[in-house]
């Protein structure tokens, strides 16, 4: 198996993933690990209008920041099941994960007998 190929792979994502979720949060500095929404801007005005594009906006923001996160997490655990020499077995099995499913989706924890 390509671990060095795939270990780039996940880090190149890591990267990305992490420049992606600081468009709309950042790093939270009480939970280690965790992300948060960026804080609102202070000037917004208080015209009713646009507060309520201000709520949709944040709304839409905080699922974004959730599917992220959750990618980004699965990256991290993939790039730690590489320092342990696991990466690339099964967790239900114990079989060696098909190199096309890592290849589709290198943080793959299952062979494609367990999706």
Not at 35 to 55: G, M, T
Request: charged share 35%; hydrophobic share 35%.
């Amino acid at each position: 198996m390509k671990i060095e190929y795939f270990k780039k792979k996940l880090e190149e994502e890591k990267m990305r993933l992490e420049s992606e979720m600081g468009t709309i949060g950042r790093k939270n500095v009480t939970v280690p690990g965790d992300w948060e929404l960026s804080p609102l801007d202070p000037s917004i005005e208080s015209n009713p209008v646009d507060q309520a594009d201000v709520i949709t906006n944040r709304e839409n923001d905080v699922a974004v920041l959730a599917d992220l996160e959750a990618r980004y997490d699965a990256i991290l655990v993939a790039l730690s099941r590489i320092d342990k020499n696991t990466y690339g077995k099964c967790e239900v099995c114990g079989k060696e994960i098909e190199e096309a499913r890592l290849e589709a989706d290198p943080s793959a924890t299952t062979c494609t007998e367990h999706l």
